[in-house]
């Protein structure tokens, strides 16, 4: 019996070149909002501190806690100076070496459990209040996609590349060697 069932099965099976069609290149647009360190690929708009907090404490707060510390999820702010002591605290101000990445983050991953529900200007205020709350923009900043490539985290140049993953880029950027 459970070789006939196999069978059948197995003639009914089909291949996955019959399932589904091509993604059209507005699908693809679609999840193909990933913002490298040099903001390429950042939306219009704005966002200033101001509105930052307003959105912070109506979808961020309840998890993060007031003023970016003290919820159940992870702590943003704070820990400047700490990444070489024995408790290390990785905050956004303290750990993170890009703001491009945490708007990055931010708009695709924030808030919890509603992903990609903040406008773009949301997420820049969003992100300029975080950055404000960790001393990296002033209390009066505002965010644009011209303006936050241009800010320097604090731990930019903590990131040390792994040699094996230089020896490998090394690799694909030099030119071929002639015998």
């Not at 905050?91 to 491009?100: L, N």
């Not at 880029?169 to 002639?178: E, V």
Request: aromatic fraction near 8%; charge should be negative.
């Amino acid at each position: 019996m459970l070789g006939l069932l196999a069978a059948l099965a197995g003639g009914l099976a089909a291949t996955a070149a019959e399932f589904g069609r091509p993604a059209s290149q507005d699908e693809i647009a679609l999840w193909d909002i990933d913002i490298p360190p040099d903001g390429t690929g950042l939306p219009p708009g704005s966002g200033s501190v101001a509105r930052g907090l307003q959105v912070f404490e109506e979808t961020c707060a309840a998890c993060h806690g007031d003023r970016g510390q003290g919820g159940i999820a992870d702590r943003l702010v704070g820990g400047q100076g700490s990444l070489g002591s024995a408790q290390p605290v990785k905050t956004v101000g303290s750990f993170w070496p890009y703001a491009t990445s945490l708007f990055d983050y931010v708009r695709r991953a924030m808030p919890y459990p509603a992903p990609q529900t903040l406008s773009d200007d949301d997420t820049y205020a969003v992100v300029a209040y975080i950055l404000s709350l960790n001393g990296i923009v002033p209390g009066d900043a505002t965010l644009s996609r011209s303006t936050l490539p241009s800010i320097r985290m604090p731990n930019r140049d903590g990131f040390v590349p792994d040699k094996e993953f230089s020896v490998i880029h090394n690799a694909r950027q030099s030119p071929p060697r002639t015998p």
